[in-house]
């Protein structure tokens, strides 16, 4: 599912009918998703809880400010991983209510990005994170499935937004980085991809996985059918103007929703997860954390080295969780074996 498409689905009710009854209006967008019945229930809790704090505090979605959100998710009672799943279903629904508005006065957004808020003191926050192996070979073959009869509009930015998610995933990129690359950077068929910066002196290549060479093929094919103007690797529009890092976020969250992984995670898979686990596969197969750290872009190897130990430490926890469940498994055939 695009972001585009969510778009469409969600003024089904104008603006007007979700200040007036923002729970039926939710519950009638999310009969056309085509979310797992778990994932709607989930949202539909979600934003009933929320919808209850508005009522305390006397606001609804027309008066509601980074105040009140801010409140509501510091005051939960759980992880942070699950304060941020909040989180964003609250600054994607205000997005699309506030859709003609500026992007930049959505509330919810505000907090996201607020490294400092008082809502990530939770209990038990996650360390660096990665896509176990599973959810990783799942998205990689949710790119390459059929995208279906879309209209030619929602079709590039779906193949767009796969792409983009393969450049982060396969090639460790940043967000800022996406948004500034040029369909020069990007040679048809090759395993560098070029990334420019500011400085000169900081330009660098990191090196592509095959998938992501695959994909970017296929959307530079694409944008070229559909002769999308101006330079930009990733346009947001017709047009050629660049995206905007909230819209990459949307896109990956969009996709990720889609492969069928978000709900096996106590974490949400940001561009920064896809970027770790970039160099997650690299440190499995051997390349030497200095590479790793050159491909990425990191100006100190020690950098490159926090990250592998992270990594090691991530892989030890999969281990262990890994060989818990097989003995409780053990255990439970064993015990089936008596009755």
Request: charged share 25%; net charge neutral.
């Amino acid at each position: 599912m695009t972001a585009s498409a969510e778009s469409h689905g969600i003024f089904d009710h104008t603006r007007a009918n979700w200040y007036a009854d923002p729970r039926s209006a939710f519950d009638s967008w999310m009969a056309k998703q085509a979310f797992k019945a778990s994932s709607a229930d989930v949202y539909r809790a979600q934003w009933g809880l929320f919808l209850e704090w508005l009522t305390v505090k006397r606001v609804d979605l027309r008066t509601v400010d980074r105040l009140a959100i801010e409140q509501f998710v510091t005051q939960l009672e759980i992880r942070k991983p699950q304060r941020i799943r909040y989180l964003r279903l609250i600054e994607r629904v205000l997005d699309h209510v506030r859709e003609i508005e500026m992007a930049s006065t959505n509330p919810a957004r505000f907090i996201a990005q607020d490294g400092e808020a008082s809502w990530r003191d939770a209990r038990e926050n996650e360390p660096t994170g990665f896509l176990a192996h599973g959810e990783r070979a799942a998205l990689i073959s949710y790119l390459f499935s059929a995208i279906g009869d879309l209209p030619a509009g929602q079709r590039w930015r779906e193949r767009r937004d796969r792409a983009l998610v393969g450049t982060f995933l396969g090639g460790g990129v940043k967000t800022g980085e996406a948004a500034a690359l040029t369909v020069s950077n990007y040679a048809w068929n090759q395993p560098w991809l070029a990334i420019e910066a500011t400085n000169p002196a900081l330009n660098r290549e990191t090196r592509l996985a095959p998938f992501a060479i695959a994909l970017l093929d296929s959307w530079v094919s694409e944008r070229k059918t559909v002769r999308l103007l101006g330079n930009l690797l990733f346009p947001s529009a017709p047009s050629g103007r660049p995206m905007h890092k909230a819209t990459m976020l949307r896109a990956v969250d969009a996709v990720i929703e889609a492969a069928g992984i978000a709900n096996s995670r106590t974490a949400r898979a940001s561009p920064q997860t896809l970027r770790n686990t970039f160099a997650a596969e690299l440190f499995e197969s051997g390349t030497a954390a200095e590479r790793v750290g050159q491909w990425l872009g990191f100006q100190q190897q020690i950098s490159a080295h926090r990250l592998h130990r992270a990594w090691e430490n991530w892989t030890g926890e999969e281990i262990r969780e890994r060989d818990l469940a097989a003995a409780q498994e053990s255990g439970h055939q064993e015990t089936r074996g008596f009755e």
